[in-house]
């Protein structure tokens, strides 16, 4: 199961690069709709979309 988290997490944070979103908790909640994620790992994710967009300097 670790291998499909990481690879859950890759996707989302190539996502976030392609798309720069504006607001990484609205981005994560249509993520995990979309795709179908189990909820309850929306803090986690949010958490790695504002770092990936803290890394490029786009303001979240």
Known sequence: MAKKTDE????????????QPKDAR???NDFVRKYRITKGYEDELTQLVKTEM???????
């Open 8 to 19: 859950v997490k890759e996707s989302l944070i190539e996502l976030a690069r392609i798309y």
């Open 26 to 28: 609205a981005f994560v």
């Open 54 to 60: 803290s890394k490029l300097r786009i303001p979240v």
